[in-house]
T-cell receptor, first 112, second 111 residues
Framework: DTEVTQTPKHLVMGMTNKKSLKCEQH?????MYWYKQKAKKPPELMFV???????INESVPSRFSPECPNSSLLNLHLHALQPEDSALYLC???????????FGPGTRLTVL | QKEVEQNSGPLSVPEGAIASLNCTYS??????FFWYRQYSGKSPELIMS????GDKEDGRFTAQLNKASQYVSLLIRDSQPSDSATYLC???????????FGSGTRLLVRP
């Protein structure tokens, strides 16, 4: 089973709101990722967790705050976002940091 | 600056033809190579991975890797309209968690 799930599928939020994106995998993978994808662009890495520890932060603004509560879950907390943050947010996981990455279906975020 | 280059397309082929998608990369330390398919509005789906020089076949898909030329390709045999999508090439350097994606090639298979 190569399934990564993400909730919600769609999210509309104002610039003063606080919301969270959730990602879950039950494949026993030890690395999890957050990507951001704008229209007609490739995915852009934001964060990497390995064995529940943050190992890469690609200089992402602090209004994005990742959290890895356990090896199966990954959250992305959002606060005071800007309209330009509107994008498809993708979660991925891999067995180890060098393995094949499998993407979830994504959350389509619109910031008004 | 480590780069992965793809022709943006669209690459248009008739149904039943072979589609050939190409990708070049700049970093000689790259060790892992992946092809993802992405339908409009959907997330990327892994279709092939390749780690050593040569060909790797999976059904209608063949990935080819030439590390000396820093070149990786994806062949799709008997192309179907359902293969119409954007194909993303992704490269990982040795001992790095980070995938570097190309900008993607849009493939259009004409019925």
């Amino acid at each position: 089973d190569t399934e990564v799930t993400q909730t919600p599928k769609h999210l509309v939020m104002g610039m003063t709101n606080k919301k969270s994106l959730k990602c879950e995998q039950h494949m026993g993978h030890r690395a999890m990722y957050w990507y951001k994808q704008k229209a007609k662009k490739p995915p852009e890495l934001m964060f990497v967790y390995s064995y529940e520890k943050l190992s890469i932060n690609e200089s992402v603004p602090s209004r994005f705050s990742p959290e890895c509560p356990n090896s199966s879950l990954l959250n992305l907390h959002l606060h005071a976002l800007q309209p330009e943050d509107s994008a498809l947010y993708l979660c991925a996981s891999s067995q180890e940091g060098w393995g094949e990455q499998f993407f979830g279906p994504g959350t389509r975020l619109t910031v008004l | 600056q480590k780069e992965v280059e793809q022709n943006s397309g669209p690459l248009s082929v008739p149904e039943g033809a072979i589609a050939s998608l190409n990708c070049t990369y700049s970093d000689r330390g790259s060790q892992s190579f992946f092809w993802y398919r992405q339908y409009s509005g959907k997330s990327p789906e892994l279709i092939m991975s390749i780690y050593s020089n040569g060909d790797k076949e999976d059904g209608r898909f063949t990935a080819q890797l030439n590390k000396a030329s820093q070149y990786v390709s994806l062949l799709i045999r008997d192309s179907q309209p359902s293969d119409s999508a954007t194909y993303l090439c992704a490269v990982r350097m040795d001992s790095s968690y980070k995938l570097i994606f190309g900008s993607g090639t849009r493939l259009l298979v004409r019925p």
